[in-house]
């Protein structure tokens, strides 16, 4: 699909579609139980919860640095442990004789009880000697397992954002949300990787939508547009698609996880076999569950949704699950373990935009039992 029919389409969507400001709540909408709230000093995106159910944050350090990047939750008491140790969490630009965190986005725990943790880095640091990184924990017991760098074709305009990892091709896949947009794919036995998709169609955001905040455009400190290129991802449930999406618009997006792997495929050829999902709520975070609905967060209006893609639809079935946003503000990052879906509220929307409302509420950590396959929603 061309830009100019996207586009078109977009302007005879968006009056009529339910991810306006005037969707009602969810009848009968289900409770979110409140796992954490974070201190001030730890603004929460990151969230990845083991196979017994211990909780694992981070807090990515792109608007100030915080007292810890990434903690582990005390089953037991709620604390905020760093992770893997004090060590990592003590930040310095010079750091010559051990391993930190410098920004960190994104977790991910697989189906082997390993901790996936994604280090973007910083543009104001020295990428040469802290460049972005992914980090393999054993998440019961903290030991590092591998560690790989980000060096060559990740430059400091990119943004390495959020990851999944599949265990049967060892192959991670990473969202590049600045710069040129695009995927990461790395080969978990070699440490090779590839940048994708950068500057196609489904690589960055589109530049005729941009991201609305209390009915008024979002906008930087600096008065420009935010513009934040692919940045959620999400595996299906047979690992056979990768969904993704850029922030700042309301497409959607899947591709075969095989022709990602396909090395002999370039940009374009890749770019042919990007599928068009349509339009819905505009979301940072996705994450999809084993009844193949996409939940994501509608970071302009405040709700959590469940999204299905029927065949032969132009447009998702898009299911209002949960709406206060006296509670749940930006869904952001997701995790679901032990059908439960884990939901952090980065609050992202008072915090960093020069028109954002004062703060009203700490950044929390929720969960939401699943509903079972087929069970029923609030259609839009």
């Known amino acids: 699909m061309s830009r100019t029919s996207i586009t078109r389409n977009v302007v005879a969507l968006l009056a009529g579609m339910a991810f306006t400001s005037s969707l009602s709540l969810a009848a009968g909408q289900p409770s979110l139980e409140v796992v954490k709230r974070f201190p001030a000093d730890f603004n929460v995106i990151g969230v990845g919860v083991s196979h017994s159910g211990t909780v694992f944050a981070s807090a990515p350090a792109t608007m100030k640095r915080y007292s810890a990047s990434v903690v582990q939750l005390d089953d037991r008491t709620g604390a905020l442990i760093p992770f893997p140790d004090a060590d990592w969490n003590r930040f310095s630009k010079d750091v010559k004789d051990r391993e930190e965190w410098v920004s960190v986005p994104a977790l991910w725990v697989d189906d082997r009880d390993h901790l996936w943790v994604l280090d973007s880095s910083l543009p104001s640091v020295d990428q040469k000697k802290l460049p972005p990184k992914l980090v393999e924990f054993d998440a019961r017991t903290g030991q590092l397992l591998r560690l790989y760098r980000f060096g060559h074709d990740i430059t400091p305009g990119d943004s390495l954002n959020d990851v999944r990892v599949d265990t049967r091709t060892r192959t991670a896949y990473i969202t590049n949300e600045w710069g ?5 794919v790395l080969d978990l036995n070699t440490g090779a990787y590839r940048l994708v998709l950068a500057n196609t169609r489904s690589g960055v955001a589109d530049p005729e939508q941009h991201l609305h905040i209390y009915g008024e455009l979002a906008r930087k400190k600096d008065g420009t547009l935010p513009v934040t290129q692919d940045d959620g991802i999400a595996l299906s449930p047979d690992r056979e698609w990768v969904y993704y999406r ?5 497409h959607y997006w899947r591709i075969r996880a095989a022709d990602l792997r ?8 890749l770019s042919k076999r990007a599928e068009y999902l349509g339009q819905s709520v505009m979301s940072g975070g996705i994450e999809m569950d084993r009844c193949n609905r996409l939940w994501v967060g509608d970071i302009e209006n405040h ?4 999204l299905t893609f029927p065949p032969g639809a132009k447009q998702p079935k898009t299911d209002l699950v949960y709406r206060d946003p006296s509670v749940l503000d930006w869904a952001d990052g997701f ?12 609050r992202l929307d008072e915090l960093v935009f020069a028109n954002s409302r004062p703060l009203q509420g700490p950044t929390t950590i929720y969960r939401m039992k699943l509903p079972p396959c087929g069970g029923e929603t609030a259609t839009r």
């Open 335 to 346: 995790a679901i373990a032990n059908d439960w879906l884990y939901i952090s509220d980065s």
């Open 303 to 306: 709700g959590l949704y469940a």
């Open 262 to 269: 396909d090395a002999s495929l370039d940009d374009a050829a």
């Open 246 to 250: 850029p922030l700042t618009d309301h």
């Open 180 to 184: 040129r947009g695009g995927l990461v």
